[in-house]
């Protein structure tokens, strides 16, 4: 019989389960022949599945699933997507989500979060070797809608926006009183509102001393004919002096002298008089009635010369600093939409009001039309072209006199007050310099979009030079807020591309890298922090609690350092250019004030630094960092005035290094103006123990007061005998 027909006959008679083993036990054979073949073969087609969440990179499954921590759908990991040496392969495929929620993937599809549709981009490999380092390919770019702008320097205007309201001008006020005691028999003016002009009547007054005054007037004026005709000099001149009494009596009540000559000519007594109006005006105020009877010094009528106003208006606190006396203010009243008014600056509250929040400014107004109104509704806006270091620019007033009581008074030289005789004052004095366009004096700007503010720091991501699509964070010292742009004071240079849209975006996609983003500082920052908070104790504390030289500059001198008694001899040279340029500031003097402020460079980078150790080492390095920037801003300045505002600057680190390396000579004296800075007041040290103003020069030579006086230190110690 053939195989084949005896193997049917075998089936035909053997059970189905039979089967079924005969078959498993078949497929279990071939599944050890495959598994013994060649291991090259197996290798190369074997693949490791490895599953992870893009949340939680730590883990590992080997097989797809829910995120044990988050329950997100688990995906894929990177290293088993590609066997072999394709693994490590650079610039292969990557997936990335164009809102930056999770890192590149391997594969196409929707993102896990947001659910947006995955594009491919370049892989960067996750490294640039920079922290805050960020490299996105040009369809990553346009994606992410990046966006960038220029650093650079120039003046900015600020708007600062105010409301108030229309009030009178309360030196123009006038009142009519009453000056002897009496009934008012008559009033001219019987209602509010009514013009009158100087001179006009006003009140018919009904007062028994008035007759005994006047009969005492022509008894006078008998006597004086009468020593005439005898002929007497001695009673003529009596009588003259007696005369002359009762005539300045009738005008200190308000008679004018043709009244009192009138009495005179009549030749008899009247209980009756006339008070006239002592200027032009409104009568905004109507007290008493006819037939009212008043005492010495009760006001009838209170009268307002309208054409002069004040405008009060509420300035918000964050304002403040751009506002100025002697200032321009535009303003709209609801009366009259659509029309400009400008006014002055005369007055800036020195309170803030608790409940506002907001600061009382008064502005001059003329009026002389008469349109505008008291208790009028006003909008008004201020602009201040802002140059470095936060000051207010005004061509119009550089170089000018002004009156510090009424700011319409301005000169182009020394003089005094059309008005109230005061002297005036230099512009510079109330907060006011000038600037000429492309200067250094204007400050270094960025569009307000750009910083990335996290309370303590803050963060611009910069575009790389000569990497396109590389981004890179760092962190700036940010002024104030001008407007849409913000003054920069430290951290940046001019050409600096700043990212001003989707630098949210570049530092989300910091964040998912584990580098350094705008929520968490560099560790070589926080180590840095750490250093500058340690106290001679060695132990730390936080860098809140001790105060900056900048707030107070006892801080630092208070520390106990440990410098030797030498380097004060050390430091000699770098105190003996800065007193330098403080006399030439002083005395008007800009080009020696260069001279002497390029000989205080070599000075400070002449210093031997390895005298010092720990954190006397640490502190000279710090200090001398910001003396070199000043003196650099001196040596530089296209003005005087940009020298002085430099000056300040220096003066604080040098003050602070002269309480602490001492000095080897003879004693220095801190002095201070508080009118410097527009009354922000500055310090600096002198030779001299009478003051040498170097912020205002000849125009307030000795404006200025003595704080104390540093002598040379002794061994032990950072300075003694202050005064």
Request: hydrophobic letters at 40%; proline letters at 7%.
């Amino acid at each position: 019989m053939k195989p084949a027909n005896v193997i049917l006959t075998i089936l035909s008679k053997t059970p189905i389960l039979l089967i079924i083993i005969v078959v498993f036990a078949l497929g279990y054979t071939f599944k050890g022949m495959v598994s013994t073949a060649p291991t090259g073969q197996s290798q190369e087609t074997a693949r490791e599945e490895i599953w992870t969440c893009s949340m939680h990179p730590d883990i590992r499954l080997p097989k797809p699933g829910k995120c044990p921590l988050c329950g997100m759908d688990l995906i894929l990991a990177e290293d088993s997507s590609e066997p072999g040496p394709a693994k490590k392969a650079k610039g292969k495929p990557k997936y990335a989500c164009s809102m930056f929620c999770v890192p590149p993937m391997p594969r196409p599809g929707k993102c896990p979060i947001c659910g947006m549709e995955m594009v491919e981009v370049e892989d960067s490999g996750g490294d640039e070797g920079a922290p805050r380092t960020l490299t996105l390919s040009p369809m990553a770019q346009k994606l992410a809608e990046i966006e960038t702008a220029a650093v650079e320097r120039k003046t900015v205007s600020a708007e600062i926006r105010m409301v108030g309201r229309i009030d009178y001008d309360e030196t123009r006020l006038g009142y009519i009183t009453a000056w002897v005691p009496g009934r008012l028999e008559r009033l001219y003016v019987d209602y509010t509102g009514v013009p009158v002009k100087k001179g006009d009547h006003m009140v018919y007054l009904y007062s028994p001393e008035l007759s005994t005054a006047q009969t005492e007037l022509l008894e006078a004026l008998r006597s004086m004919k009468s020593g005439k005709s005898r002929g007497s000099s001695i009673l003529n001149e009596r009588a003259g002096d007696w005369l002359e009494s009762i005539r300045d009596k009738f005008r200190l009540w308000g008679l004018t002298d043709a009244q009192i000559a009138e009495i005179e000519q009549r030749g008899t007594a009247s209980d009756y008089m006339t008070i006239y109006a002592p200027m032009g005006g409104i009568v905004i105020h109507k007290n008493l009635l006819e037939g009212s009877y008043v005492q010495t010094g009760t006001q009838i009528y209170t009268i307002a010369d309208l054409s002069h106003l004040w405008v009060k208006l509420d300035a918000y606190e964050s304002d403040l600093a751009w506002l100025r006396y002697g200032q321009k203010v535009e303003f709209e009243a609801e009366a009259y939409p659509g029309e400009t008014f400008t006014g002055t600056v005369a007055f800036i509250a020195p309170v803030l009001d608790p409940k506002t929040r907001t600061i009382k400014v008064r502005v001059n107004v003329e009026n002389p039309d008469g349109r505008l109104k008291p208790e009028m509704f006003v909008r008004a806006v201020a602009r201040s072209e802002i140059a470095a270091g936060g000051r207010v620019v005004d061509a119009e007033l550089a170089g000018k006199w002004m009156c510090p009581m009424h700011p319409e008074i301005i000169k182009d030289e020394a003089d005094s007050c059309d008005r109230c005789g005061m002297p005036l004052v230099r512009t510079e004095s109330l907060g006011f310099v000038s600037i000429e366009a492309g200067s250094t004096e204007a400050p270094l700007v960025i569009p307000a979009a750009a910083p990335l503010i996290t309370g303590k720091r803050t963060l611009v991501y910069i575009e790389v030079p000569g990497k396109p699509g590389t981004y890179q964070g760092r962190e700036i010292t940010l002024g104030p807020r001008v407007g849409n742009q913000y003054i920069v004071f430290d951290g940046l240079v001019v050409g600096d591309r700043v990212v001003v849209n989707g630098n949210f975006k570049i530092d989300s996609a910091v964040q998912i890298r584990a580098q350094p983003s705008m929520m968490s500082p560099a560790a070589s920052q926080t180590e840095e922090s750490q250093d500058d908070s340690e106290m001679q104790d060695g132990k730390m504390a936080h860098t809140d609690s001790m105060p900056s030289p900048r707030s107070d500059m006892e801080s630092m001198a208070s520390l106990k350092l440990n410098i030797p008694p030498e380097f004060a001899k050390e430091f000699a040279p770098v105190l003996t250019a800065y007193l330098n340029v403080q006399e030439a500031l002083s005395q008007d003097q800009h080009e020696p004030a260069l001279e002497a402020a390029k000989k205080l460079q070599t000075a400070i980078g002449e210093v031997d630094m390895n005298m010092l150790a720990g954190d006397a080492h640490m502190a000279w390095m710090k200090e001398s960092k910001g003396m070199t920037r000043a003196a650099n801003d001196i040596a530089g300045s296209v003005d005087i005035q940009v020298a002085r505002a430099a000056f300040a600057l220096l003066s604080e680190s040098m003050i602070v290094s002269t309480k602490c390396y001492g000095i080897a000579g003879e004693p220095v004296h801190r002095i201070h103006c508080p009118m410097a800075f527009g009354n922000r007041g500055g310090d600096w040290l002198q030779r001299s123990e009478k003051t040498e103003n170097p912020y205002f020069g000849s125009a307030m030579f000795r404006c200025g007061v003595m704080k104390e006086t540093i002598k040379p230190r002794t061994v032990g110690g950072a300075s003694d005998d202050r005064n």
